[in-house]
């Protein structure tokens, strides 16, 4: 199959009336080696259902669809998602079967089949949040490979005690483990970003609880890194009413109240969920 070149996109975007919106994170891929790195990385095989955000002109499309069973792409922008499946007509020379969703990712709910694996470059602004949601809703999403802001990533694929683990490398924790998976250069983007990209991989894990625990892990994650430098029990006295009951939840759970929430890993929320509040 022949992929995207840079002469094709640019040429599709000017035929579609598209410049580039920084606002929905348009950087366009216009290299074909990289897009079937990136499938390569996420170990795409022909029983998978790939499921794609933000397929654009479709540079990272064609390259799933040499390898996926499927492929379901969801777009946000009209004009890409109508051209899409042209785009994949006239290039696709595999079995694979595709469908394009117009939608924002973040209000997605359903897809026309489970998704097995996620392969996407993601746009930047919402890259954590549409990462989360698609953890959470699509539990059938084995792995993938996203690649997002190169800071970002390091913050997805934190690990306790370093100044990059937050929110967001916690929050991923309770689906899966996360891992970086090399960095991306700038040139092969058009257009070029002001910013360095990183691709970040994902394995989904054993369940570590039920929505009940979920939601309860998320609001001690939220409170504890809403002030970063604050030591838990103070960190976390407005669930438990006060600093000294948190103390004594946090005692019963095992942690030192005096730590912060960035010591802490997601199992270790989960002890104190379990507690209550
Ligand atoms: N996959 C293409 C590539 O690699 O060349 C384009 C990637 S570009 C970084 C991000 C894409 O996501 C754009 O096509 C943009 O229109 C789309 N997008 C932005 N926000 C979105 C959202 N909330 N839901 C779905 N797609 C979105």
Redesign the pocket.
């Known amino acids: 199959m022949t992929l ?1 070149g840079a002469a094709e ?1 640019r040429e599709l975007a000017q035929e579609l009336g598209i410049k580039p ?1 920084k606002s ?7 290299d074909a080696n990289v ?1 079937r790195k990136i499938v390569r990385t996420a170990g795409v095989t022909s029983s998978d259902v790939a499921l ?10 064609l390259a799933l669809l040499e390898e996926a069973k499927s492929v379901i792409a ?4 009209e004009r ?1 998602a109508t051209r899409l499946p042209e785009t994949v007509q006239k290039h696709n020379e595999s079995a694979a079967t595709f469908s394009v969703i117009h ?6 709910k359903k897809l026309p089949d489970a998704p097995t694996v996620l392969v ?7 890259s954590v949040p ?1 990462l989360l949601h698609l953890l959470e809703i699509f539990p059938t999403l084995k792995s993938g490979v996203v ?1 997002v802001q190169a800071e970002v990533a390091d913050r997805l694929a934190a690990k306790p005690g370093t100044k990059e683990y937050g929110i967001p490398s916690v929050k991923a924790a309770w689906w899966a483990d996360l891992q970086s998976a090399g960095s991306v250069s700038r040139s092969i ?1 058009w257009p070029v970003p002001g910013v360095d990209s990183k691709l970040v991989s994902f394995a989904r894990h054993q369940p570590l609880g039920d929505e009940a625990l979920r939601l309860k892990v998320f609001t001690l994650i939220d409170a504890a890194f809403a002030q970063r430098r604050k030591m838990l029990r103070s960190a976390l006295s407005s669930i438990y009413g006060s600093s000294g009951a948190a103390e004594k939840v946090l005692i019963e759970a095992g942690i030192d109240p005096t730590l912060r929430g960035e010591s802490l890993l997601v199992n270790d929320f989960c002890t104190i969920a379990r507690i209550g509040f």
């Open positions: 995207l996109i919106a929905l994170g348009q950087n366009f891929v216009i897009c794609e955000i933000g397929p654009g002109l479709g540079s990272l499309t969801v777009e946000i922008d890409l939608q924002d990712a973040l209000h997605l996407a470059n993601l746009p930047y602004n919402v549409v690649m983007f």
